[in-house]
């Protein structure tokens, strides 16, 4: 009976990824699964089957995953497991998103809500109480600066109703009534100023920073008051070491998926909210992924990419010709560092994952070296920091390539004017 009870208490942490369709890119819905163990919602299946006659061998009825097909068309039956698991996860999902108001009692352990929602929440949270934080220290540096010497008698009611002051000490404090109100006010600086540096190790390397909003800034900036080194003017960061090699690449609308869409410059790329009606082409991609247009056949190059603004990504490089349904690294003519998440960073060369045990970086610099045939991810912020280095060999020339999680839209990535 124990271990009944243990086995229904046990929490099971899903993600969006994990339930999700690979070729529609939103959660399983009637999901069905191949002999070779892959699975898709049916109507994708079947729509990808009859319209673009994905196979092998002549077998259009081929996994688009791994492009593997039974001799015979397979019957495709319902996984009612995946369809229970996809149902609780959507109604976690809406109950979280619909707030403590509208949502019914917590989940029980065995219904624990999904862990990248919940990280969100956690995070507003914490940047709330932050926002709240410096607002309150704007109020006290404005009071601090309103206030004047008081009068004597002013003073002598304060001291009364503080009643901690002797008569010899009393004496001092009537010569310098200024000095009471200040001190208490640079008392309570000092405490908003702790909580704030306790926030802020909160934050650092998981959350991605909102601007603090523009009068909390004015009040802060009029002030004579020493802020913390987090809160002065950023650094100039200084020049980089491979800016004499800088490009600035652009997205290749050709090859973008339908779950994405690019800025006019083509330098932004971002998780559309819908699918896109792009036309058709055996150059674009299956799945959130996209190549640029340049092809670098020879020389050194070096780009940047501002990942601050998507929670899952992968950058990297690929040939023009990888197929449209693999991701990136998953290929031998592609290779790239992947984040998922904390815990989960990695690189992927020669269909060979690396656990990278790093901080996520903000700004990836990318070093292609094709004369030595090597290829470096740098985190970019006031200097280079090495990520990850590899050799590669390349029979055709190699183009940027991007991969966002089809299903957080509004996620981006911007390709950075390099610093020279």
């Given amino acids: 009976m124990a271990a009944l009870v243990l086995a229904t208490s046990v929490p099971v942490w899903l993600s969006e990824e994990d339930l999700s369709c690979i070729i529609c890119q939103g959660l399983l819905n009637w999901p069905v699964t191949l002999p070779c163990g892959h699975s898709f919602c049916h109507q994708c299946l079947n729509g990808l089957w009859v319209t673009q006659r994905a196979g092998k061998d002549g077998r259009p009825w081929a996994c688009p995953i791994c492009r593997e097909g039974p001799v015979a068309k397979p019957t495709l039956c319902k996984n009612l497991l995946l369809q229970n698991l996809a149902d609780k996860y959507r109604q976690a999902a809406q109950e979280l998103e619909a707030g403590p108001e509208t949502a019914p009692a917590p989940l029980s352990p065995c219904r624990s809500a999904p862990p990248l929602v919940a990280l969100q929440k956690s995070t507003t949270d914490v940047i709330q109480e932050l926002t709240e934080l410096v607002r309150q220290l704007g109020h006290a540096v404005k009071s601090l600066q309103m206030q004047r010497p008081s009068s004597g008698s002013g003073l002598d009611h304060e001291l009364g109703i503080l009643g901690m002051v002797s008569s010899s000490e009393g004496e001092h404090f009537l010569s310098s009534p200024k000095l009471v109100i200040s001190s208490a006010s640079k008392r309570k600086i000092r405490e908003i100023l702790h909580n704030l540096e306790e926030i802020q190790e909160k934050l650092r390397g998981s959350v991605t920073w909102k601007e603090v909003p523009e009068e909390h800034v004015q009040e802060m900036s009029s002030s004579p008051l020493c802020l913390l080194p987090d809160q002065r003017c950023p650094v100039p960061r200084k020049a980089s070491q491979f800016a004499l090699w800088a490009i600035s690449p652009t997205f290749d609308l050709r090859s973008l998926s339908c779950n994405l869409e690019v800025s006019n410059n083509c330098q932004t ?81 020669m269909v060979k994952k690396t656990d990278l045990h790093l901080g996520r970086p903000e700004v990836v610099g990318v070093w292609l070296d094709l004369e030595l045939g090597k290829l470096a991810f740098y985190s970019v912020s006031d200097q280079e920091r090495l990520l990850y280095e590899c050799e590669i060999s390349a029979s055709s020339p190699l183009h940027p390539a991007f991969w966002l999680y089809g299903l957080s839209p509004g996620n981006y990535l911007e390709i950075k004017q390099v610093n020279s």
């Avoid at 023009?320 to 693999?326: L, M, T």
């Fill in 269 to 349: 790329v971002t998780v559309s909210r819908c699918r896109q009606p792009y036309c058709w082409s055996p150059e674009r991609f299956l799945i959130s992924q996209v190549l640029c247009s340049q092809a670098l056949s020879s020389g050194r190059k070096y780009w940047e990419v501002d990942t601050r603004h998507c929670d899952h990504w992968a950058v990297g490089v690929a040939s023009w010709g990888i197929k449209r349904d693999q991701m990136l690294g998953r290929t031998k003519d592609s290779w790239c560092i992947e984040w998922r998440g904390p815990g989960q960073f990695s690189a992927w060369a």
